[in-house]
């Protein structure tokens, strides 16, 4: 009877501690996702962050790395959102302009900015006085797109020059979350191969993920040896490289103007409709 008692006693204590921890592991979770860390962005008042870090990609490109108050802060922007930047141009005019950082909020304790700075370009003349020390006042987040995994099977993406952001920032995304199953197509255009933003980042990432993101390169000046797209995007880039219209497919627009009124024409006359397309 007493070694009944005893073993009896044992499974009650053994119920206990599963139960225990159990409820750890819940507490745990619920802290978890409860107490995310809090984005450094405010939609509605600019702050300041500080560059620490500018690395020249080209002549005419650099990237600009920003502090965030702690190691562990992260900036808080949506996949796809963008936020307002704000300097001074040449004639010492506030000028404000929106980007997008390359960085995900995976990247803790900084973001990056990558930046073409143009001749006559009111904001590109503030990013190319900035210097390592210097602030830069951001104000965000900003923008109409909504992405949640797997919300469509494939993403086909036109981008042309410095439209090239949004498009790596929701590529990154994707690929780096492993229950995210979305295919991802790119084509990028720019004028000349010195133009192409980001290039070893997307080759890399297509030689990373080869079944699921491929680029598509078109310069309107290649060089001499160029195995890419010649020209402008046509409408049959478009049908070899990009998903076919479905309802479970998106094409996602970024580029200049011109660029971007072009596209649109040439998706509708593809068949694809409003609903199917998005333009940052």
């Not at 490109?61 to 562990?72: I, Q």
């Not at 003349?125 to 104000?139: I, M, N, P, S």
Request: aromatic share 10%; charged share 20%; glycine share 8%.
């Amino acid at each position: 009877m007493d070694s009944l008692r005893s073993h009896s006693h044992r499974i009650e204590m053994l119920s206990m501690a599963v139960a225990l921890l159990a409820i750890g592991a819940g507490t745990a979770y619920y802290f978890y996702i409860t107490r995310k860390p809090k984005g450094c962005l405010d939609p509605k008042t600019f702050k300041e962050f500080k560059l620490v870090k500018r690395t020249q990609l080209s002549h005419n490109v650099a990237k600009f790395r920003f502090e965030l108050p702690t190691p562990t802060s992260v900036l808080g922007l949506p996949i796809g959102q963008h936020m307002s930047c704000r300097g001074k141009d040449s004639l010492g005019e506030e000028v404000v302009k929106p980007y997008t950082p390359t960085t995900l909020d995976s990247d803790v304790g900084y973001f990056d900015l990558v930046i073409k700075m143009y001749p006559q370009g009111r904001m590109s003349y503030h990013f190319q006085e900035l210097r390592e020390g210097d602030y830069l006042a951001v104000k965000g987040p900003k923008g109409r797109f909504k992405y949640q995994s797997g919300q469509v099977r494939a993403f086909g993406m036109i981008a042309g020059g410095t439209g090239i952001t949004p498009m790596f920032q929701v590529t990154r995304a994707i690929l780096e979350n492993p229950s995210d199953n979305t295919n991802i197509n790119l084509i990028y255009a720019n004028v000349t191969f010195e133009d192409i933003l980001l290039k070893e980042e997307l080759d890399n990432l297509a030689c990373s993920f080869p079944n699921r993101f491929s680029v598509y390169y078109v310069l309107n000046q290649p060089p001499e040896t160029w195995n890419g797209g010649v020209g402008f995007v046509s409408k049959e880039m478009i049908k070899t490289h990009l998903p076919a219209p479905a309802p479970d497919i998106k094409i996602l627009r970024c580029g200049p103007p011109p660029m971007n009124r072009t596209m649109a024409a040439h998706l509708n006359d593809l068949g694809y409709t409003p609903q199917l397309q998005f333009q940052f």
